[in-house]
């Protein structure tokens, strides 16, 4: 149980640092049209959660494409980001299969 505990807490932990990240460079960049001002919220925890929706729907390979990245620099973000998620989703998975063949 402490095992998927840890999991979901790095898988959090993640997803809330790409939410930050995502965010920081996008509300940063005045001179292009980033997704921050495609959606126009008026609050920043509206903000974090689309970010951090983002985060976690690219994270487990969904990617449902309603939040995109729109300059160049979210979009060099991004597609480091993918790499990175790719390797958080490969090691939960392979954690979560140890456990189940430990418990069994």
């Known amino acids: 149980m402490i095992d998927i505990i840890k999991i979901v807490f ?19 960049n005045h001179s292009e049209t980033t997704w921050i001002s495609k959606l126009n919220y008026h609050n920043w925890y ?6 951090l929706y983002f985060a976690i729907i690219t994270m487990i390979t969904i990617g449902y494409g309603d939040v995109v990245p729109v300059s160049l620099t979210e979009k060099i973000f991004v597609m480091s980001m993918t790499f990175i998620s790719c390797g958080v989703f490969a090691y939960s998975l392979n954690t979560i299969s140890r456990i189940i063949s430990d418990v069994s």
């Not at 790095?10 to 996008?26: L, Q, V």
């Not at 509206?46 to 970010?51: D, L, M, Q, S, V």
């Open 10 to 28: 790095i898988i959090m932990f993640i997803a809330h640092m790409i939410s930050c990240f995502i965010y920081y460079i996008s509300k940063d």
């Open 46 to 51: 509206e903000y974090y959660i689309t970010g």
